[in-house]
């Protein structure tokens, strides 16, 4: 069982960039692959924004943050974090990690076992 735990949002001007952080707790969370969600205001569910594998090496990125965002992971530190650059208002949500055990790239939220209780960014001028 691992537990996680965002951090780094906050209030981030147009344009501007922000990393964000999620800490497991438990062991072997170098067997975990993990995601980014987010849900965004007037979004009733959470959408994709990137997964990376268990061991770091293999990222993917929902289309509109291709190229913005950077997902990588730290198995020493058991922390993973979320790079996102050139951001906008719809930007703006609560950014959430979670994690199953898979050799795999995992995208299906519903495929996660463990999530985290969420990071609010807000990007606004």
């Known amino acids: 069982q691992v537990q996680l735990v965002e951090s780094g949002g906050g209030l981030v001007q147009p344009g501007g960039s922000l990393t964000l952080s999620c800490v497991a707790s438990?062991?072997?969370?170098?067997?975990?692959?993990v995601g980014w969600y987010r849900q965004r205001p007037g979004i009733g569910h959470r959408e994709f924004v990137a997964?990376?594998?268990?061991?770091?090496?293999?990222?993917l990125y929902e289309q509109r943050v291709e190229g913005r965002a950077t997902a990588s992971k730290d198995n020493a530190k058991n922390t993973v974090y979320l790079r996102m650059t050139e951001m906008n208002s719809e930007d703006t949500a609560v950014y959430y990690c979670?994690?199953?055990?898979?050799?795999?790239?995992?995208?299906?939220?519903?495929?996660?076992?463990?999530w985290g209780q969420g990071t609010q960014v807000t990007v606004s001028s």
């Open positions: 979670a994690a199953v055990v898979s050799t795999k790239l995992v995208l299906n939220p519903t495929s996660y076992d463990y």
């Open positions: 438990g062991s072997a969370f170098n067997t975990y692959a």
């Open positions: 997964c990376v594998s268990w061991d770091g090496r293999n990222a």
